[in-house]
Structure formats: structure tokens, C-alpha cells
């Protein structure tokens, strides 16, 4: 076997997507042995924790997994799987392309975009101070000290944390994945022009990497304007690299012009080791009915197929499973505009007619 990959299959319609991409790879020839584990409510209920260090330990191994979805645990004292990983493996990059596909309803056409978030810090960083709290009051007084611009007393505080080393590593990977899968363009995306140190760093970090890809066409966009011009001129963009909570929600808008939740793959790139995963959840009221979509966990096998350097086998994936959606004789529920479930492929048959056309 060429590869060793770590498969978490979630739970809820985690299992049925997570087998049909198992399927898929496996016909697409590349050679995966599968180390199944266990995270979410399946580990919580054999293990008594959601993301059990065994899991862990096997993806910094295999250095690479694959993720179904997962329900979250309702209440407290559980630890987010998603955050849980991120943290522990150093996963500093979320990778998020949107690529239309004819056949899923869409009021956008021909969009083909990647979506680079960093994934670690910015507005994200965690460092927060509640309003009214004695930590609060010292951090105000602190920052009250050495500030022009006064803080009220009785503010709530987030602090936004951009550094050289996340975003140097942000953007070059950025610029390596326009490289290795034949991209033209990067653009940075910030708001520099008003958060002039900390989204300043972000920017000047980014032209730096840039002129160390002269191969490669960079420019920048002001948060605001870049998501007009997605609204009215798509085509001109190509990779777009951001900080934490812009790339969060630039990602989901891009998921949502090209047809949203079904269809949409992930990745999560740190310096050893990446976990890829749809984004949709576990759509409980879909479970264990072999009616769920299992483009998105597929398509994310295929962005995992292009991250292990198998880029001939992704172009074979995601060519094969376009084809079923342009010929919608084969797709699930959702991808129909009558959305029945009995006129509609099961997740099973959608599968096979994937696998037929590799
Ligand atoms: P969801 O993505 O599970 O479902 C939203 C809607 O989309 C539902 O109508 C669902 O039926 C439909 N849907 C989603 N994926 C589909 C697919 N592959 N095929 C057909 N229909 C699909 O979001 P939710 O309902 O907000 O969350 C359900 C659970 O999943 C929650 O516990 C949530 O915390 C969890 N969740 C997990 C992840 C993850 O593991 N990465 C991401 C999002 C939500």
C-alpha cells in the first residue's frame, strides 16, 4: 500500500459518506490502507473522551486523516473536536475550495476558487476578557497606560494576534499550493488600510512571500471590496489567502456560490501533519436511510489525494463525480429540485455510478 491513512467516520450520516469515499479512493487505484478510529460520540461512549489520544496519535503517525462529521455533545466539559485537532496537530491552515459544478443549483456559474484560511490565530486566538471582570479592569488600565485611544472600563475584550511566523507560513502555503496544483494567482485579503499594525503585518508579510513566487501573479483586496467583487466579478480571482475570521466567513460564502453544505470539501494543512473533511455536519435526520450526498467527504478525498501529491487520481475523483451531478440520473435527494427522497439515487447508487466513471 502507497498510503496509510487515519479514517475517523463520525457518526451520524458520518459511517455512509465516509464508506462511499473509502469505495471511491479505493477503485481510484491509489493504494490507501485504512486505520479506522474513533472520535465524537462513538469515542465519548467507548472511550469517555471525544477526541481519545489513540486518534491522535495515529494521525501523527500516518501524518494524514480523513474526517466524517460528527454530532457535537450537547453541554459542557467537552472539548471541541475540531478545535482539539487544530490545536494539537498545529493545523494552521484551513483549505476551502468552491468550484461550481454543473447540476447543483446555484445562482452563481463557473466559479473556481480556494479559499486559504489560517486557521490559529487572529480574532481567534482565544485571548478574551469578559466585561466587569478584575482581568478586564487590569488589561484596560494596562492598555489605557499606553494608549492614545482610551478603552471604556466596562468593555468586553477580544484580542486579534497576527504574527510573522502564522502568517509568513499562512501565505507560502498558499503559494505552494498555486504551485503544485497549476493556480495562477494569489490575492492576500486584509483590512490594513484600518487595522494598520496588526492587518499591516499580515500584508507586508505577504508581499515579501510573494516576490519569492515570481511564477506566480499576486495581488490584495480589502476585505469589504473583495467580497463585492465575488459578488460581480468571480472569475478574476483564483487563491485567496486570509487571517482567521475573515477566511471563516469568505469560506462559506464561496461554499454558498457554489451550491452549499452537500457539495462542500476541507482541509486542515499543519507543518507534519493534515486531516480532511466535508463541512457539513451529521444531518442526524438523514442517519442510517442511505439517502445522505456523499460528494463533500469525497471531493475532501480528493483534496486529500492532491495534498499526498496524487493529483492525476484527484483530477479522476472529482471528474467522475462531476459527471454524475451534471447527469443528475444518479444523485441524492438534495441535489434534485423536487428534493424526494424516493424519486432520488441512494447514497449507495450514487457511489457506484461514481465509481463507473473513474
Ligand atoms: P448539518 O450540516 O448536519 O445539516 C444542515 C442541513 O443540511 C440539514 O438539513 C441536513 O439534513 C443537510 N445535510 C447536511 N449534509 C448533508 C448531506 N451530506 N447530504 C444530504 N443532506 C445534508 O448541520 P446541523 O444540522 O447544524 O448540525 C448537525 C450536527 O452536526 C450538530 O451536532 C453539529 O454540531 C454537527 N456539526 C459537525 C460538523 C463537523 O463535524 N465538522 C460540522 C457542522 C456541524
Redesign the pocket.
Known sequence: MAYRVTLIP?D??GPE?SEATQRVLDAAGVGIEWDVRQAGMNALESQGDVLPEATLESIRQNRIGLKG????PIGTGFRSV?VGLRQALGLYANLRPGKSMDGVQSTFKDIDLVIVRENLEGMYSGVEFDTGTVDAAEVIAAINAHSKKKVDPTAAISIKIITDEKSRQIVKYAFEYARANNRKKVTAVHKANIMKFSDGLFLRVAQEVAAEYPDIEFNDRIIDNMCMQLMQKPQEYDVLVMPNLYGDIVSDLVAGMVGG??VAPSGNIGPDSAVF?P????????AGKNE??PT?MILSGALMLRHLGEQAAAERVEAAVAGVIRDGDDV?Y?LREDRDPGKAATTTRMTDAIIERL
Not at 462529521?69 to 457535537?72: H, K, Q
Not at 463541512?279 to 438523514?286: D, E, K, Q
Open positions: 463520525g451520524g450520516i459518506v462529521p460528527m454530532t457535537t475540531n453544505l452537500g473533511e463541512i457539513h455536519g451529521s444531518a442526524p435526520s438523514h445522505a450526498n463533500a441524492t438534495d
